[in-house]
Antibody
């Protein structure tokens, strides 16, 4: 069964740091791009960042660029999101997602598998 | 990249058909055939319903269909059922590795 399991969320003060992890199973992890998508309480979905299958390409939403770093360890089938200089507006459920495309037609396509999400609260 | 525009809410009676629109810009929806749609029930993770404008993943009911014309994509739910009551989000690849989501549409089954 294809699964994504996030961890690492919690309460952090403004200006603080946090690292999220996402353990993947049930598919060839290194073949697929992976993204983080977040959802603030009562709000809509916001794409945060994507990393290519081999990790050589990374992209970020303007709202997090320069503060967040996406990475992956294909030997451990794990995706990460290092979050620095956190702000109140970063408070959200963070979802780890798998891209539906294995790169044969499109490198980045759609998010076909989602984790259960991990809550990040930025507050003093 | 600004969020894609969706109606805040759409409603219909059981058995009816409803359509949700998703309007973007020429740099997102208009340029790439990489529009996708997601269903989200309260407290749950989103579920992919449509990808590449009109393709259904395995296991998604054929009551869900979608299309695109210019800068506007549309999702149609036919034979509306109580279980279809949820929030629906469109998304589009926007170039340079980035994605943009719509603001979301609440579907209510009357």
């Amino acid at each position: 069964e294809v699964q994504l399991l996030e961890s690492g969320g919690g309460l952090v003060q403004p200006g603080g740091s946090l690292t999220l992890s996402c353990a993947a199973s049930g598919f060839t992890f290194s073949t697929y791009a992976m993204s983080w998508v977040r959802q603030a309480p009562g709000k809509g979905l916001e794409w945060v960042s994507v990393i290519s299958g081999r990790g050589g390409s990374t992209y970020y939403a303007a709202s997090v660029k320069g503060r967040f770093t996406i990475s992956r360890d294909n030997s451990r089938n794990t995706l990460y999101l290092q979050m620095n200089s956190l702000r109140a507006e970063d408070t959200a459920v963070y979802y780890c997602t798998k891209d539906i495309s294995s790169g044969t037609s499109y490198t980045y396509d759609a998010f076909d598998i989602w984790g259960q999400g991990t809550m990040v609260t930025v507050s003093s | 990249q600004s969020a894609l525009t969706q109606p805040a809410s759409v409603s219909g009676s059981p058995g009816q058909s409803i359509t949700i629109s998703c309007t973007g810009t020429s740099s997102a929806v208009g340029t790439y055939n990489l529009v996708s749609w997601y269903q989200q029930h309260p407290g749950k993770a989103p579920k992919l319903m449509i990808y590449e404008v009109s393709k259904r993943p395995s296991g998604v009911s054929n009551r869900f269909s979608a299309s695109k014309s210019g800068n506007t994509a549309s999702l149609t739910i036919s034979g509306l059922q109580a279980e279809d009551e949820a929030d629906y989000y469109c998304s589009s690849y926007a170039g340079s590795g980035t994605f943009v989501f719509g603001i979301g549409t609440r579907v209510t089954v009357l």
